[in-house]
């Protein structure tokens, strides 16, 4: 499966605030600079508009329903946007800040779309730079670089602000056979350290969870790896699933950290306040992992959970033998 991964690094213009939640105003703001830069037929509804199976804006941010039987209700967007959880609010102008963007498939190649967007996004501001009149801070991209490149080289030209190229994605691959097996005690005894660097939101039979374990923490992976190959990639993947899951349900915790924690976001769309809660901390297990390093590798870049576009359910892990 194809993919890129960028930083953009931009500069505020004024003083602004933005909410300890960053995500999800950037992608909102994301959200109305794509529709501006893409759209052409200015239709209202975008479900009832005749371009909306070819259109940009639809595929990263209307629904798109899968309509095979028995399969994930909803198809995976092509990108996740990453925003560094912090609390840091008040921006000074002049003050710089960074996000990510992560393209999977055939998106990979309308980077200058996006790129538009996020100079129009700059252009209105975010957050807000006078809490009185609800004034936007303004901002102006400083650079861009290709992540998935070695070396991370800047593809984006501040003095003519523009484009210079759109580099070649890297290829994203799932080992079906090579794992290393071995029935070595270093194997058989490693702890496994999961860092839940935004919030974690997931349903079992339609509830949000407040916990987790190594069985459903492979169910998240699994689930987000299969989609996600399955939507963008070539070929969907040959997993042994029921054996991996059996192996899963054999996988102690060590200790837990992890609690619920609520957060809220303004949704401009709807109006109001919204709860957007989720599963924080860290966790640790115990077990032999082998198998599942491909997965955690994967879930790093990809996200699990619900919310994967606008920044939810990035994950780190650390792993390590024990005695």
């Known amino acids: 499966m194809l993919y890129s991964h960028y930083t953009i690094q931009c500069r505020f213009l004024e003083s602004g605030t933005l909410n300890v939640f960053k995500g999800s105003a950037l992608r909102g703001a994301f959200g109305y600079a794509l529709k501006r830069a893409v759209c052409t037929v200015r239709e209202k509804e975008c479900a009832t508009c005749i371009l909306h199976g070819q259109c940009l804006f639809a595929k990263f941010f209307m629904e798109q329903k899968n309509n095979e039987e028995g399969k994930n209700p909803s198809i995976p967007h092509p990108y996740v946007i990453e925003f560094p959880q912090n609390p840091k609010k008040a921006y000074l102008e002049g003050e710089e800040f ?112 407040s916990k987790l374990d190594f069985e459903a923490l492979f169910k998240l992976m699994m689930r987000r790896t299969y989609f996600v190959f399955k939507e963008f990639g070539e070929k969907e993947l040959e997993i042994d699933y029921a054996d991996l899951l059996q192996k899963a349900k054999n996988i102690d915790i060590i200790e837990s ?61 650390q792993l390590e033998d024990i005695a």
């Open 98 to 209: 960074a996000f990510s963007l992560i393209l999977l498939g055939s998106i990979c190649e309308k980077l200058p779309f996006m790129v538009y967007a996020f100079e129009l996004m700059g252009s209105k501001g975010i957050g807000r730079a006078n809490i009185e009149t609800f004034k936007n801070a303004s901002f102006e991209i400083v650079g861009i670089q290709a992540v998935h490149i070695q070396g991370e080289p800047q593809i984006y030209d501040t003095v003519k602000k523009q484009l210079l190229y759109v580099p070649n994605p890297a290829v994203l691959e799932y080992p079906a056979s090579n794992f290393l097996q071995s029935d070595t005690l270093s194997q058989k005894n490693q702890k496994l350290t999961v860092f839940l660097e935004t919030p974690l939101r997931y349903k079992s039979n339609n509830v949000l969870y």
């Open 257 to 317: 950290n992890i609690q619920w924690k609520d957060q809220n976001r303004y949704s401009s769309r709807q109006k109001q306040a919204l709860k957007i809660g989720g599963l924080e901390g860290c966790i640790s297990f115990r077990g032999d992992f082998t198998e599942f390093i491909p997965l955690l590798n994967l879930a790093t870049l990809l996200h699990l959970g619900k919310q994967t576009s606008f920044g939810l359910g990035k994950i780190r892990y």
